[in-house]
């Protein structure tokens, strides 16, 4: 393990070179350029707040405020944005890099890395206008940012971990890649992002209690509708699981590495 943070290090500037031409490349052409990072989950929030707020009369239990569904919205679907960004970026990564592997010697470790780091930089991208319109709305406090960094890095580690996995079995196996994408949207809606969590029937509750992103994106909740402290005992369970992702995707990619290329 400690080998592989050497390998990372010496290669930082290969990782950090790699994500500014990716942002440059996806942007360039286009003309409303980053602008349409922000759209897509604006629109989004949006339609949710709609359909849901409004239509639905959906109410949050404990919490009052003419914006308190909006930022409920905005915490979820703006973390959910992360995890799912990372876990299909890095579902397909290399396959999508195949030239890139066979053409030059580098890490193939560091693929995954630059996917994920491009990943929060969009996030942050992102999350820097929620905490404008929670400034505007004078709902902003800045210890929230402080008590979601645990809960973020703990996100983070769990999906880079099953996205390693995910990818490695993708170069074998090329209908993970379609699984994936019907995955996440089940999982989307297996998730309290858009509906409260208390409006379902206490089975339902108790099945979302296995669901790793159900709990983070609650504590994130926790967080910014009812200025609570997050649930230690909880979200260390999906740390331990995030961990064992790791460990196993990196194992998976010190066995095939070279077999990967070869089925490239």
């Given at each position: 393990m400690k080998s592989l943070f050497i390998i990372l290090y010496n290669y930082r500037w290969?990782?950090?070179?790699?994500?500014?031409?990716?942002?440059?490349?996806?942007?360039?052409?286009?003309?409303?350029?980053?602008?349409?990072?922000?759209?897509?989950?604006?629109?989004m929030i949006l339609v949710?707040?709609?359909?849901?707020?409004?239509?639905?009369?959906?109410?949050?239990?404990g919490a009052s405020?003419?914006?308190?569904?909006?930022?409920?919205?905005?915490?979820?679907?703006?973390?959910?944005?992360?995890?799912?960004?990372?876990?299909?970026?890095?579902?397909n990564i290399f396959i999508e890099s195949a030239g890139l592997l066979k053409k030059l010697s580098f890490p193939r470790i560091c693929l995954p890395l630059i996917v994920?780091?491009?990943?929060?930089?969009?996030?942050?991208?992102?999350?820097?206008?929620f905490i404008i319109f929670l400034i505007l709305s004078n709902n902003f406090h800045p210890i929230n940012l402080l008590q979601m960094i645990p809960v973020l890095i703990i996100q983070i580690i769990f999906a880079l971990g099953l996205g390693m996995i995910l990818g490695i079995?993708?170069?074998?196996?090329?209908?993970?890649?379609?699984?994936?994408?019907i995955l996440l949207q089940f999982w989307f809606w297996f998730t309290p992002i858009v509906y409260v969590l208390d409006a379902l029937p206490e089975s339902a509750?108790?099945?979302?209690?296995?669901?790793?992103?159900?709990?983070?994106?609650?504590?994130?909740?926790?967080?910014?509708?009812?200025?609570?402290?997050i649930q230690w005992d909880r979200i260390t369970t999906v740390l331990v699981v995030g961990i064992i992702l790791c460990i196993v995707g990196f194992k998976l990619f010190r066995k095939h590495s070279s077999d990967m290329v070869d089925e490239l």
């Open positions: 290969f990782i950090l070179g790699s994500i500014k031409r990716e942002f440059q490349i996806k942007y360039r052409t286009s003309m409303l350029g980053a602008m349409w990072l922000i759209l897509q989950p604006l629109a949710y707040t709609l359909v849901f707020s409004q239509v639905m009369k959906t109410r949050l239990p405020g003419v914006y308190t569904y909006s930022i409920y919205l905005c915490v979820g679907i703006i973390t959910w944005g992360l995890f799912a960004e990372i876990v299909t970026r890095c579902t994920t780091l491009s990943a929060i930089v969009n996030f942050l991208i992102i999350f820097s206008l079995l993708n170069v074998f196996f090329r209908d993970v890649g379609q699984f994936v994408g509750r108790d099945f979302l209690n296995y669901n790793p992103l159900a709990i983070l994106i609650e504590n994130y909740q926790l967080i910014y509708i009812h200025q609570s402290s």
